[in-house]
């Protein structure tokens, strides 16, 4: 039965993580052939995740426990940021770039800010945070295969929108909750942003459908998915998996957009995650230690 029930704990991991990635290709896919504008497509999004997880926050009998709306304006606020930049930076980036970007950018912001209020960091997490950085710059320089300016800022700016909503919603006892209530409290000026593309009818068929298969898909069902493994794995492997989002997203990018893989972007992506991966490590190192030698002490 264990191993019945681990086979299960990874299948859906795997899962959140594929939905995770399939964001950054919805959007990459529907922005870049035409199918929808940036607004609009950024507007279906929320509105159909904040539907999807209104109904499993029902289904879960969620508000009968405790009838409330999750989540704060300020988180709502970090999510709608993070949402609007996503889709711009998608205009002009590639799906594995994108993701790549985003994730180093909310790694950043939220190593950043734990040192801005007094974490100290070991030699493994000050290393493998300056080869994070080093390769993100590199990925940014200019040359033939470097990335569109614009595109990079604004996905840099996502990540730190995320690190922020990830960092508001830090220590939360219901995150699903939470999360449905962020994006519920988005819903309004979520349906002002489809109101444009519903009158000049700038978004087809297939855009729409893309972007609620985003919101609902993607990303309620996906958080909903996420939050219900969480609990199971240690905290290291939850960081550890979210590793594999950015690969995923340029393999998905070059199998259903035609996308190249430029070395440049194989090379950025192995200097970027590793560096993650390391500072990942040191933390779980100091912190493991950190707690033997308050058991010792005991």
Same mark, same amino acid.
């Given at each position: 039965?264990?191993?019945v029930?681990a086979?299960k ?5 795997t899962?959140?993580?594929l939905a ?5 290709v919805?959007n990459?896919v ?6 929808a504008?940036?607004?609009?497509y ?7 995740g ?15 426990r ?11 606020l970090?999510?709608?940021v ?14 594995g770039t994108?993701a790549?970007?985003?994730?180093a950018a ?9 040192i ?18 080093i ?5 940014l320089?200019?040359g ?13 700016m996502a ?7 990830t960092l ?6 219901a995150?699903l ?9 988005? #819903?309004? *000026? &979520?349906?002002? $942003?489809?109101?444009?593309g !519903? %009158?000049?009818?700038?978004t087809? /068929?297939? @855009? ?10 993607a ?7 996420w ?19 950015p ?6 990018g070059? #199998?259903? *957009? &035609?996308?190249? $893989?430029?070395?440049?972007? !194989? %090379?950025?992506?192995a200097?970027? /995650?590793? @560096? ?18 308050g058991?010792a002490?005991r």
């Amino acid at each position: 039965m264990a191993n019945v029930s681990a086979l299960k704990i990874a299948l859906l991991t795997t899962l959140a993580m594929l939905a995770f990635a399939a964001n950054s290709v919805l959007n990459r896919v529907a922005l870049a052939q035409g199918e929808a504008d940036a607004l609009t497509y950024t507007g279906v999004r929320l509105a159909s995740g904040a539907v999807m997880l209104a109904l499993i926050l029902a289904y879960r009998g969620a508000w009968l426990r405790a009838p409330r709306i999750g989540g704060s304006f300020a988180g709502a606020l970090a999510l709608f940021v993070y949402a609007i930049a996503f889709s711009y930076a998608y205009l002009e980036l590639s799906a594995g770039t994108g993701a790549l970007v985003l994730f180093a950018a909310v790694q950043i912001g939220m190593l950043g800010w734990a040192i801005f209020r007094g974490d100290r960091p070991g030699l493994l997490e000050w290393t493998g945070f300056g080869v994070a950085i080093i390769f993100l710059v590199l990925l940014l320089m200019p040359g033939l295969s470097a990335p569109d300016p614009l595109g990079a800022g604004l996905m840099v700016m996502a990540g730190l929108a995320w690190a922020a909503y990830t960092l508001i919603g830090r220590g939360s006892s219901a995150p699903l909750v939470d999360t449905g209530g962020n994006f519920i409290r988005c #819903l309004p *000026i &979520a349906l002002l $942003l489809i109101v444009p593309g !519903v %009158l000049w009818q700038t978004t087809s /068929l297939a @855009g729409w459908l893309y972007a609620m298969a985003s919101g609902a898909l993607a990303s309620g069902l996906g958080y909903a998915i996420w939050y219900s493994v969480l609990p199971r794995l240690e905290r290291s492997t939850a960081a550890y998996v979210q590793l594999t989002v950015p690969a995923i997203a340029a393999a998905g990018g070059v #199998l259903f *957009i &035609a996308e190249p $893989l430029t070395l440049r972007l !194989v %090379l950025c992506s192995a200097g970027i /995650l590793g @560096g993650v991966g390391l500072t990942l490590w040191g933390a779980d190192t100091r912190r493991r230690n950190a707690t033997k030698s308050g058991a010792a002490m005991r």
